[in-house]
């Protein structure tokens, strides 16, 4: 999907965002985290090796998604907001994702 | 198990559709359980703030006297068209909103969504929490008798259920209704701040007379890097929610953060000074079917309706989706006591209910807006063009230089085919037309 048509963004444009550590954010979602039960994985690691551009590292609101020294791609799941976009917005349906056990994950305060 | 749990109807998820399809059943005698995986009902649900009387009117005709959790009723409406430093804008108030109860009110779904469903536990819902429907239970023809959950021991039966479960439509893309994942050209990730402030503040800083008056606004052009998307600032009772949306796929073909976009907007020249010194309550994200009519799942099987977001029912030009889920949830319960009536749970009666949506602003909505994500998808230059465009003609207007008028027409003109050829321009608005009127 993704690769047919790379990027329309100015790049003087995408110089203007300011770069945002999403823990900053995350402190002030609750969550109740599953610690027996990791509602996202990812399928298969060799695509995720094999992809280029690894947009889940950025569209994720949550930053679930991070890389580590070797390049392999880690889930931190404890932080997703549910939001779902990883399952479909994976160029290669790479992500394997499913609600949380009832009760668990984010509970907004305010919504 | 020796006692199957069983209910005259099972309802799947406690938003705005799953609990307005509760409501209707259970005043007209319905037993019916209600499932929800949230710590609570609205656990889950986040949004940018806005619901519509017209639909609790609906509903629930005597929501008034039951002390909705509301924010503020929106009196000050409309667009902002924001460059990279000015904005310009369209936006009405007017004391014709201001009545009461109001067209619309903002809200916190954290707080909307657990009174909502504490109306529904009222008129006799089992509202069961903490529990995620993992799958359907299923009679030797393959009709959905029930669901199964995730608790041990949790299957439940009913001849009826309605699924409003939300965005990530896992069950209704089970049952087949769905015949593929949402396609991220046709879904908006939106992500969204609540910023805490004083009452006094908010109302000094939007000019509210006091919190019988509130703002809501749709923000385009800059926002989102003049990328297909939206920002919003609504102004709550003692807060501000301020977010921004954009098609998933450019977030994905760009290699864009979400939140630094969003940071990015809370920083611009023109913004920033409506934040100052508010203070960062709730982060959140959620996603915004706009799938459109064309990309809808079929909303009824044996023994199953759809409705809300799991639909795909949403209004993005207008910002409206809690409306049509209420509705559509009214609509799925009333064909469920009619099926009760008639004792016949098979698709062919359920059709009854997408007939309801038809003849309903619901479904003629969605059809008129067919084309709407589209054309945003299509155009993807239309915001930055127009809305820089529109300020700079406009600071060329309310600018004096000692210049003949005719000739500052003709610069504006200039300011406008520089940017876009008149063949360009025309096909825009063709298509702008198209998308508009269905």
Same mark, same amino acid.
């Given at each position: 999907?993704?690769?047919?048509?790379?990027?329309?963004?100015?790049?003087?444009?995408?110089?203007?965002?300011?770069? @945002?550590?999403?823990?900053?954010?995350?402190?002030? $979602?609750? *969550?109740?985290?599953?610690? =027996?039960?990791?509602?996202? #994985? !990812?399928?298969?690691?060799?695509?995720?090796?094999?992809?280029?551009?690894?947009?889940?590292?950025?569209?994720?609101?949550?930053?679930?998604? @991070?890389?580590?020294?070797?390049?392999?791609?880690? $889930?931190? *799941?404890?932080?997703?907001? =549910?939001?779902?976009?990883? #399952? !479909?917005?994976?160029?290669?349906?790479?992500?394997?994702?499913?609600?949380?056990?009832?009760?668990?994950?984010?509970?907004?305060?305010?919504? | 198990?020796?006692?199957?749990?069983?209910?005259?109807?099972?309802?799947?998820?406690?938003?705005?559709?799953?609990?307005?399809?509760?409501?209707?059943?259970?005043?007209?005698?319905?037993?019916?359980?209600?499932?929800?995986?949230?710590?609570?009902?609205?656990?889950?649900?986040?949004?940018?703030?806005?619901?519509?009387?017209?639909?609790?009117?609906?509903?629930?005709?005597?929501?008034?006297?039951?002390?909705?959790?509301?924010?503020?009723?929106?009196?000050?409406?409309?667009?902002?068209?924001?460059?990279?430093?000015?904005?310009?804008?369209?936006?009405?108030?007017?004391?014709?909103?201001?009545?009461?109860?109001?067209?619309?009110?903002?809200?916190?779904?954290?707080?909307?969504?657990?009174?909502?469903?504490?109306?529904?536990?009222?008129?006799?819902?089992?509202?069961?929490?903490?529990?995620?429907?993992?799958?359907?239970?299923?009679?030797?023809?393959?009709?959905?008798?029930?669901?199964?959950?995730?608790?041990?021991?949790?299957?439940?039966?009913?001849?009826?259920?309605?699924?409003?479960?939300?965005?990530?439509?896992?069950?209704?893309?089970?049952?087949?209704?769905?015949?593929?994942?949402?396609?991220?050209?046709?879904?908006?990730?939106?992500?969204?701040?609540?910023?805490?402030?004083?009452?006094?503040?908010?109302?000094?800083?939007?000019?509210?007379?006091?919190?019988?008056?509130?703002?809501?606004?749709?923000?385009?052009?800059?926002?989102?890097?003049?990328?297909?998307?939206?920002?919003?600032?609504?102004?709550?009772?003692?807060?501000?929610?301020?977010?921004?949306?954009?098609?998933?796929?450019?977030?994905?073909?760009?290699?864009?953060?979400?939140?630094?976009?969003?940071?990015?907007?809370?920083?611009?020249?023109?913004?920033?000074?409506?934040?100052?010194?508010?203070?960062?309550?709730?982060?959140?994200?959620?996603?915004?079917?706009?799938?459109?009519?064309?990309?809808?799942?079929?909303?009824?099987?044996?023994?199953?309706?759809?409705?809300?977001?799991?639909?795909?029912?949403?209004?993005?030009?207008?910002?409206?989706?809690?409306?049509?889920?209420?509705?559509?949830?009214?609509?799925?319960?009333?064909?469920?006591?009619?099926?009760?009536?008639?004792?016949?749970?098979?698709?062919?009666?359920?059709?009854?209910?997408?007939?309801?949506?038809?003849?309903?602003?619901?479904?003629?909505?969605?059809?008129?807006?067919?084309?709407?994500?589209?054309?945003?998808?299509?155009?993807?230059?239309?915001?930055?063009?127009?809305?820089?465009?529109?300020?700079?003609?406009?600071?060329?207007?309310?600018?004096?230089?000692?210049?003949?008028?005719?000739?500052?027409?003709?610069?504006?003109?200039?300011?406008?085919?520089?940017?876009?050829?008149?063949?360009?321009?025309?096909?825009?608005?063709?298509?702008?037309?198209?998308?508009?009127?269905?």
């Amino acid at each position: 999907m993704s690769e047919k048509k790379r990027t329309t963004l100015n790049p003087a444009l995408a110089a203007t965002l300011p770069p @945002t550590n999403v823990d900053d954010l995350l402190v002030s $979602v609750k *969550y109740y985290v599953d610690e =027996e039960y990791a509602h996202i #994985r !990812i399928k298969d690691d060799k695509v995720c090796a094999e992809c280029a551009h690894h947009p889940c590292l950025d569209f994720c609101p949550a930053g679930v998604f @991070t890389q580590d020294r070797t390049g392999k791609i880690l $889930v931190g *799941y404890q932080a997703c907001l =549910e939001c779902g976009s990883c #399952r !479909i917005g994976c160029p290669y349906q790479n992500v394997d994702w499913n609600l949380p056990r009832g009760g668990y994950g984010v509970a907004y305060k305010f919504g | 198990m020796a006692n199957k749990l069983t209910f005259d109807a099972i309802v799947v998820g406690g938003g705005p559709a799953g609990t307005s399809a509760a409501i209707t059943m259970a005043k007209a005698g319905l037993q019916t359980i209600l499932i929800e995986r949230g710590r609570f009902a609205g656990a889950k649900n986040f949004f940018g703030g806005v619901l519509y009387t017209h639909a609790l009117d609906e509903v629930l005709p005597d929501w008034q006297s039951r002390g909705p959790a509301l924010e503020r009723p929106v009196t000050d409406t409309g667009y902002w068209l924001l460059s990279p430093d000015s904005v310009l804008r369209f936006t009405q108030k007017s004391e014709r909103y201001k009545k009461v109860p109001a067209e619309s009110y903002t809200a916190l779904r954290a707080n909307f969504d657990p009174w909502f469903a504490q109306q529904a536990m009222d008129l006799g819902v089992l509202v069961i929490t903490k529990t995620t429907v993992t799958g359907f239970l299923r009679d030797e023809r393959g009709r959905v008798i029930g669901v199964t959950t995730d608790r041990p021991d949790g299957d439940v039966y009913a001849p009826v259920v309605i699924i409003g479960e939300g965005v990530n439509n896992l069950l209704t893309q089970q049952l087949g209704l769905a015949k593929s994942d949402l396609p991220p050209r046709y879904v908006a990730l939106s992500v969204k701040e609540y910023l805490g402030l004083p009452e006094k503040e908010v109302e000094a800083r939007f000019g509210l007379s006091g919190p019988d008056e509130g703002v809501a606004i749709d923000i385009f052009g800059d926002v989102t890097l003049g990328l297909p998307g939206t920002g919003f600032i609504y102004t709550d009772k003692a807060g501000i929610s301020i977010g921004c949306g954009l098609l998933l796929e450019q977030l994905v073909i760009n290699n864009l953060k979400p939140y630094e976009i969003l940071a990015r907007f809370k920083n611009h020249p023109i913004i920033k000074p409506y934040l100052e010194g508010a203070e960062r309550l709730e982060y959140g994200a959620h996603l915004i079917p706009e799938t459109g009519y064309d990309r809808m799942p079929a909303l009824y099987t044996d023994g199953v309706m759809v409705a809300g977001d799991a639909a795909g029912m949403v209004d993005a030009l207008h910002r409206e989706g809690t409306n049509l889920a209420m509705i559509a949830g009214k609509m799925a319960g009333e064909t469920a006591i009619e099926a009760h009536k008639q004792k016949n749970f098979s698709a062919e009666f359920l059709r009854g209910y997408r007939r309801r949506l038809q003849d309903s602003f619901v479904l003629k909505d969605l059809k008129q807006y067919r084309r709407m994500t589209d054309f945003l998808d299509s155009t993807p230059h239309f915001m930055e063009t127009y809305v820089n465009f529109a300020n700079d003609a406009a600071y060329r207007y309310f600018t004096a230089h000692g210049m003949a008028k005719r000739d500052m027409e003709k610069e504006i003109i200039r300011l406008l085919t520089r940017r876009r050829s008149f063949l360009g321009i025309a096909v825009d608005m063709i298509k702008l037309l198209r998308g508009m009127r269905g």
